[in-house]
Nanobody, 130 residues
Framework: QVQLVESGGGLVQAGASLSLSCAAS????????AGWFRQAPGKEREFVAA????????YVTDSVKGRFTISRDNAKTTVYLQMNSLKPEDTAVYFC???????????????????????WGQGTQVTVSS
């Protein structure tokens, strides 16, 4: 497991953009598939986006398709979630997750289930006002 730290959340108006970042404390994320999840008040955690360890394959859930983009930097030490055209229904705590179960994950595989991840950040609040 790795310790993850998210940043970039905040309070914005509908239509605005935010960029979330996820970094590992003292370690690189190079070898690990990663994902973003969110949990709104009174609701279950839901999948938002996933990226393979190579960064070559990504997937976002339908509700954010065309608005959110997941990426990782060239050194693969940080995973990002770029959120554009934010809506009030995007309001939630956003969590970064990393899968470190296997040392040598296939480079192009990503995971969309929370149970596939073993390391989680503490979450960052995103609030979108109407």
């Amino acid at each position: 497991q790795v310790q993850l730290v998210e940043s970039g959340g905040g309070l914005v108006q509908a239509g605005a953009s935010l960029s979330l970042s996820c970094a590992a404390s003292g370690r690189t994320l190079t070898m690990y598939p990663a994902g973003w999840f969110r949990q709104a008040p009174g609701k279950e955690r839901e999948f938002v986006a996933a990226i393979s360890r190579s960064g070559g394959n990504t997937y976002v859930t339908d509700s954010v398709k065309g608005r959110f983009t997941i990426s990782r930097d060239n050194a693969k030490t940080t995973v990002y979630l770029q959120m554009n055209s934010l809506k009030p229904e995007d309001t939630a705590v956003y969590f970064c997750a990393v899968r470190t179960i296997y040392r040598f994950e296939p480079s192009g595989v990503y995971y969309t289930r929370g149970d596939d991840y073993d390391s989680w950040g503490q979450g960052t609040q995103v609030t979108v006002s109407s």
